[in-house]
């Protein structure tokens, strides 16, 4: 009952709250004032967006400053939160946003609106439908997180953040709560669907590249969750113990490079702590770190009632305890928006600035990146949006880009793509009637429709076994109907595993004898507030075995290709089954066209040229953080240590030795790709190197390649992964026998490791091998340059420095 509390909760916060917004677009904030005929400064559109803040900055009361650092959202919600969040003084409550996560306070004596914050990563989450009107506000369902990574493209990733960018400008949003990039620590976590990988490269290129496309025309985003949200059992009361070089080197490099290459407009803390300190009350990493030395201009706001902040701890068994007041600590570390605040907070602001906790100063400095905020937001500059966005252009690059993102981990014999002749199929798995298209939790997005396997496959012209059909629709509708039943009755649950029916062997053999090759869809939903179990998620139930064994027995005796489609949101154990499919496609949670993206694959209409952004292993138990994921007490983690240190992902399997099943960068197409002539700039580096390869398409069918830039650090004074990605590029579509010469640029910070004895990032004098190739151990040109002496690249503040004692994994 006290986790059903907590699980309902948590939800809570994530999905249900609605707020304010003038549906039909504010007026710019001059229009309706100058009611005394005067146009004050902050008023004045031609002055400079800082002057005019400036100006109304010294205009507002404290109690104005306290509105405006202390958000809205979840009104209605109070019995279970424990507390009133605020709920802005619109006078006219039809004006809404059914939906949206939160907002900001307006103060309409200032023209300000309430900037609206809509979830999340795969797209706009609102309300589909509303009260007296006919309309529906449906919103495309983009490929997941992990979907995009895989793509290894920044192009195309960029033109799907300028998708939901518009998405949310029409819908009008200012601020889209994405992207999501933390580091895969480990498989289980159950948002690695909305992330992008286990290296902080290809999550900080994938992050800035979505920002820049999100922020094209004035819609803002909010990455997220800064930093170290690695699991989500326990996640607001959680303490990350880790060390400083750890955190630079891996938890924190994805958000730098973000911040760094596309100025995201907000950053969201994260709920949990690191070293003691819950991010959003710290200094160390909000000021120091994220703003003095990275240069980040924008506001941090924290996640829904994160941090001690608004007194909600779900440590105890999810009951609330309202715990001492920590705003003002929030304040001064440079947390400038508590979302949503509550009304006991406003109390308590009054109270810290009169008994001289909270200093004016520091609250000015948060109130006037809110103003900035709101005044180059779409709201504030009186954007008139049309709440019909372009749904049908989004579907078609969901289409695209879902299929781009596709991994081919295996096909032996050219299983796929299938020939003209392989029109007949046999298709298995209760999760091909049923495509899983996103995640669950503030990550999901209210779709029109999604597109299963079965539909896709029939829009390709395929047909389909029909006895499976009826059998597989008749089951998967009951579950379905099953399912319906227990979410009316809790409507945050977590969705579960859909289980398979039992088929006889003959209707099997049937289909073997009657149709040209076997599908089989292994699925698996995964969400906010609980990571994902190892038993029948991770490993596959012994139903899917049997499923797998069964029908690859028959068909392989009939001569029979069996394909094995991987619809999940993370990895799955690949071993113990791979070997009986003759191709393996992991698909991911592609959004709402995913059954017509997995067809253009199956078909080879598009060419797969996804790539793994997370190694899997050969068993769970050859991950570094095999041992450590679940914190402790193992039933109701309060701290994890992150002792594995730097060694994550690949960094763990190729410096240790250890073969994975299916290394990282890994994926097959339908051609094949050769790498030539590498070639560099200098052999002594200076201030920057450039380096070239040829890309060649080998094969007979046109086609992308990723080329993937790892470097090899010499041993200095601390020990270094074997190799680490600095780079990567993707082709065009290459045809056959095409070549493109592919240039990357090294800068000093690519050769740095962080010392913490020196606390510094230093680049160590010596020889550095440059591999480039189509995976992490698929190398296939070297190269080498030196760097004559140890270089100091970039001495740090010592902060968030272990609260506990333990060593670093080396090797
Ligand atoms: C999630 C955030 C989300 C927020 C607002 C939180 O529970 O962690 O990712 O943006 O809710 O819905």
């Known amino acids: 009952m006290k986790f059903l509390k907590k699980i309902k909760l948590a939800s809570l916060l994530t999905v249900a709250a609605t707020v304010s917004a003038n549906a039909q677009g504010t007026q710019p904030v001059n229009a309706d004032l100058n009611k005394n005929g005067k146009t004050e400064p902050y008023e004045n559109i031609s002055l400079p967006i800082s002057q005019r803040v ?20 979840m009104i209605g919600f109070e019995q279970i939160t424990g507390f009133e969040a605020i709920d802005p003084p619109m006078e006219d409550k039809s004006f809404m946003l059914p939906g949206a996560a939160g907002s900001t306070y307006p103060l309409k004596k200032f023209g300000l609106p309430a900037v609206i914050m809509t979830d999340g990563p795969a797209g706009v989450r609102i309300m589909p439908t509303r009260k007296n009107s006919d309309k529906t506000f449906y919103a495309t369902g983009f490929p997941t997180g992990i979907s995009l990574a895989s793509t290894w493209d920044q192009e195309l990733t960029q033109q799907v953040g300028k998708a939901l960018g518009d998405e949310a400008l ?116 909000l000021t120091d770190i994220l703003r003095n030395e990275w240069g980040f201009k924008g506001l941090v706001m924290t996640d829904w009632f994160g941090g001690y902040s608004s007194g909600i701890n ?78 049908k252009a989004h579907a078609l690059l969901t289409r695209q880009v879902a299929a781009e993102g596709m991994v081919l981990l295996k096909n032996e014999q050219k299983a796929l793509p299938l020939n003209s002749l392989q029109k007949n199929l046999a298709i298995f798995g209760s999760i091909s009637y049923k495509m899983i298209a996103g995640g669950t939790g503030s990550g999901d997005v209210n779709k029109a429709y999604t597109v299963s396997l079965i539909q896709g496959l029939e829009n390709a012209g395929y047909s389909i076994n029909g006895k499976l059909d009826n059998i597989y629709r008749k089951f998967v509708e009951k579950e379905e109907s099953d399912l319906k039943t227990k979410l009316n009755k809790d409507p945050f649950m977590l969705i579960p595993l859909m289980p398979q029916p039992q088929l006889k062997e003959s209707l099997i053999r049937e289909s073997a004898n009657t149709c040209d090759a076997a599908i089989i869809t ?45 619809n999940t949101g993370g990895i799955i154990e690949t071993t113990g089954w791979s070997d009986k499919a003759d191709a393996v496609l992991f698909s991911w949670l592609p959004g709402q066209e995913g059954g017509n993206s997995i067809a253009d694959v199956i078909s080879g209409k598009v060419n797969p040229s996804g790539k793994l952004a997370m190694t899997i292993p050969v068993k769970y138990e050859d991950l570094s953080t095999a041992r450590n994921f679940q914190g402790t007490p193992i039933d109701k983690p309060t701290d994890i240590t992150y002792s594995e240190g730097v060694y994550v992902g690949y960094r763990y399997f190729d410096t240790f030795n250890i073969k ?5 960068g890994y994926g097959l197409s339908y051609t094949t790709f050769s790498f030539s002539n590498i070639k560099i700039s200098s052999e002594n580096f200076k201030e920057e190197l450039y380096i070239t390869v040829n890309v060649k398409n080998t094969g007979n069918t046109a086609g992308k390649e990723v080329a993937q830039l790892y470097l090899s650090a010499p ?39 962080f010392n913490e004895q020196q606390c510094s990032w230093i680049a160590d004098g010596g020889t550095y091998k440059v591999l480039i190739g189509n995976s992490s151990r698929g190398i296939q040109q070297t190269s080498s340059f030196t760097l004559s002496d140890d270089r100091i690249i970039e001495k740090v503040n010592n902060v968030i420095i272990p609260d506990i004692k333990f060593t670093d994994l080396r090797p």
């Open 170 to 285: 029409e819908y009008g949003s200012d601020i889209q709560l994405a992207p999501a990039l933390n580091i895969m620590r480990n498989p289980l976590c159950g948002r690695n669907y909305e992330y992008f990988s286990e290296d902080p490269v290809v999550s900080g290129k994938i992050a800035a590249a979505i920002t820049l496309g999100i922020q094209h025309k004035g819609v803002g985003v909010s990455l997220k969750h800064f930093a170290a949200n690695n699991s989500e059992r326990n996640r607001m009361g959680l303490n990350v113990h880790v060390s400083a070089r750890t955190l630079r080197e891996i938890y924190l490099r994805g958000f730098k490079i973000a911040v760094k290459e596309s100025n995201p407009k907000t950053i969201m803390s994260s709920y949990n702590l690191i070293n003691g300190t819950y991010t959003s009350a710290d200094r160390g990493l």
């Open 54 to 73: 400036e100006d109304l900055l010294s205009r507002l009361s404290t109690e104005d400053k306290i509105n405006l650092v202390l958000g809205t959202g």
């Open 522 to 566: 292994i699925g698996r939903s995964s969400g906010e507030m609980e990571d994902r179990p190892l038993e029948g998620d991770y490993y596959l139930t012994q139903d899917e075995h049997n499923l797998i064994n069964n029908v690859s027995e028959v068909f392989h005796q009939a001569g029979k290709k069996v394909i094995v489609i991987v």
């Open 660 to 664: 994975p099943a299916y290394e990282f």
């Open 314 to 391: 779900l440590v105890n068994d999810g009951a609330i305890s309202l715990k001492e007041n920590y705003t003002a600590q929030q304040i001064h570390a440079g947390n400038d928006l508590i979302m949503p605040g509550t009304r006991m907070q406003i109390a308590n602001l009054k109270a810290d600035i009169k008994n001289g906790k909270l200093s004016e100063k520091d609250l000015d400095i948060c109130v006037r990146r809110v103003l900035e905020m709101i005044f180059n937001s779409p709201k504030m500059q009186g954007y008139q949006y049309s709440d019909s966005p372009d749904l």
């Open 715 to 753: 041993k200095g004074a601390i020990d270094k992964p074997e190799k680490e990605l600095k780079a990567f590029i993707k082709t065009k579509l290459l045809q056959p026998g095409e070549t493109q010469t592919v240039y990357f640029r090294l800068s000093p910070k690519d050769l740095a490791s």
